[in-house]
């Protein structure tokens, strides 16, 4: 089934008076809303409040099903009047709608959803779907499609025609009404305008936790299949790239990667027994780029590599035939010394926790033959204190204290660089590298307890909490206990609002979800109340029905 939308000729705006604020509103629809046995020759016309700006009209009609010939659309007024050229099918439902973008000259929107349904028949589909759309961004609006399944569902439902449209409201609320029997797929996209032209990677988009959505009879109501709008992938996972730079490969990925799972990654080179990669490392300041040193390869000769084991940093692995590509490789010298590139936390950093990990990353891959030795963090009395070292890849170096660290105290790391190198034996830049920073006050935390609460009384499997404040990402994430009990500690004073997910993939994070192949996103739940957390003071008996 497809969508069109239709046009029709413009008309000049009313005179003066006073300035209108309000959108026109619907004061009644022929043949009305939920009428059968509508005659397949009837025209639709719509009656508002105020009169209609044509072009409004034309934008942002929808009909299902589609008519093999556009209707004619007329405005007149108060007035739109919709005639088709073929007859109506016998015993059909038909939606007409404009969602809420339907304007009066002044461009003041509905403020309502303009919609309408009429059956050919001697009953009407009577289906719902509803839920709510979250994190909405500003000035924006919010369309819901819903595809029908017939035998199966596209392959792309980005690619495909909706059977169903429908728009949130101010608060996100969503409804599909007269509905078939049958299974329903859905999709929100956000849009800066009313009609989204062409769908791309700026869109926000959103899966639900719900695929397939059951219609099982002409009136079956399915509530709360709700959205959370962000950022989802469109294209395919893939290396898009290899450019040589100095003595390196850099590739280009269509997506940023996951450094901790791509960090141990498997490049192949084919016709090639062993690898050759002598050091390989992804970027810390763009993570969509990754660079490889080969050793043993020959000038001006083509190669082609293989990659297994690289994520993105939804979770997706790169496959076949994405993993691959062909380069031709060039030699050249490696004169340029390695940096400090950028450090976590940043140099002078503020508030950080007594546990933190302390990150270096490099411009390039650099050798450090023992880190404990030639690094060394000293607490606030000036003393050395022990911590361990992992390579997160070839340029960043992960530095964890054994201990926590003293609260509201500053340390200091020092790093003498005389024996590092890169694997051109470049020596380091700076012979001394100094990091400091300075610990949180835990007096100025405070913490926030209560219960979790479920209508089958049982907390599901790996139910995960966590609290936001303001547009900073979820601070410290928990799992209740089975008896549904929370603690979320460490919380600086402000306003939080919660969200509660089911973390089905243990990965510590909500996932939303695949377009191709599809896959659901994460059951979950965002609370609009906004809790107030003061330092130094629990917030007790928050609790939550999920």
Known sequence: MQILFYGCAAQGPPGGGPKDKTGPELLSVFPASGATKVNTATEVIFTFSEAIEPRSAENSLVITPVQKKRPKIKVHRKKVTISFYDPLEENTTYILGFGRNIQDYRKNSSPDNITTAFATGDSLDQGQISGQVFEIPKNSYTTIYAFKKSETFPDSILGAQPDYISSADADGKYRFTNLAAGEYRLLAIASQTPRIPVITAKNPIALPAVDPVLIKRRNTIVNNVNFRLGKLYINRFRIQSGTVKENRLELSFSRALDTQKSKNATIKIIGMDQSPVQSFWINDSDTRFANIIFRGLTADQKYTLIVDGIVDDSGEDLCEPDNSMTFTYIEKADTIKPKLNTTVPAKGG???????????????????????????????????????????????????????????????????????????????????????????????????????????????????????????????????????????????????RFFIWEDRNINGRWDPGRLMPFQAAEPFRWYSDEINVRARWETAEVNWNY
């Open 350 to 496: 503020r508030d950080i926790d007594t546990r933190p990990e302390i990150r270096l990353n490099f411009t390039e891959s650099v050798i450090i033959k023992d880190p404990l030795i030639s690094i060394q963090i000293n607490g606030p009395d000036s003393l050395p204190i022990p911590f361990r070292y992992d390579w997160l890849d070839d340029n960043s170096l992960l530095l964890t204290p054994e201990n926590a660290l003293e609260p509201k105290s500053e340390y200091m790391l020092v790093a003498n660089t005389a024996g590092w190198t890169d694997f051109a034996g470049n020596v380091f830049d700076d012979s001394l590298l100094t990091l400091s920073f300075t610990t949180l006050d835990i007096n100025s935390f405070g913490s926030i307890t209560g219960k979790v609460q479920t209508m089958s009384s049982e907390i599901p499997q790996n139910l995960t909490i966590g609290c936001r404040s303001g547009s900073e990402g979820l601070a410290h994430p928990v799992r209740p206990l089975e008896s549904g009990q929370y603690e979320i500690v460490k919380l600086l004073p402000g306003k939080y």
